[in-house]
Structure formats: structure tokens, C-alpha cells
């Protein structure tokens, strides 16, 4: 059931939609939906959401809104990431409660990963 008034949806900018649905299942098990040619929507990640073709990126240094998945290990989901030819722009750093990194999916979308588990 929908809730009222809350974030309910979120959409990022993808020039490759084949990548974008690859890297996304192989690391986090998202489920996705084509709606044409110019946008994809995806499901089975805490929040539904899709992307929309465009050759803009969502990236913090230009003023985006920071995505953030939690993790249970850190490390083993950086792992994944890079695995998948994912970019860490941001390496793990601690913050108080916890740490986190930053990286970048195939279009170039910042997002980042915390954990309140600091490996070491």
C-alpha cells in the first residue's frame, strides 16, 4: 500500500540500459521492466525506481541527491562492485557509527554504501 507523503519513487539518468540492468542484478539482485526504448524500471531494492535515457549523470559534485545502500560487510559488497567494473571514487572511510565509499555505476550515477560494521 502506498504511503502518503513519502519518498515513493526515484529515477536516474542511464545512457546504457543493457549495463545499467546488468550491473545493478549482478551486485543487488534488482528485478527490471523496459517501458520502451527510453526508460527502465527497476524493483526488489528497498525503494522502486527506474532510469530514464539521458547522457547526464547523478553525481554529488554537481549538486545530486547521494543514493546510499547498508551493507552487513562492506568490503564484500566493495568487492561486487568492482567486480562488476563498477568505480569506487570514494574509498572506505570511517565516520562516526560506521563507513562508507563511494562509486559509480556504467552511466556514471554516484552512490555510496555505509556500514555501521568498520572492518579490521
Known sequence: ??????INYVEFPA?????????????????FTDYGSDYTAFFN?????????????ASTDQG????????????????????????IVKPVFQFPGGCRFHFTDPNGNEFSVWSDKVPG
Open 64 to 87: 545530486s541527491a547521494l543514493v546510499v545502500f547498508y551493507s552487513q560487510d562492506i568490503l564484500a559488497t566493495q568487492a561486487k562492485i568492482e567486480q562488476a567494473n563498477g568505480e
Open 15 to 31: 545512457r546504457d540500459f543493457e549495463a545499467t540492468k546488468t550491473f545493478f542484478t549482478k551486485i543487488f539482485n534488482w528485478q
Open 1 to 6: 500500500m502506498e504511503q502518503h507523503e513519502t
Open 45 to 57: 531494492a528497498g525503494l522502486n525506481g527506474g532510469f530514464y535515457k539521458s547522457d547526464q549523470v
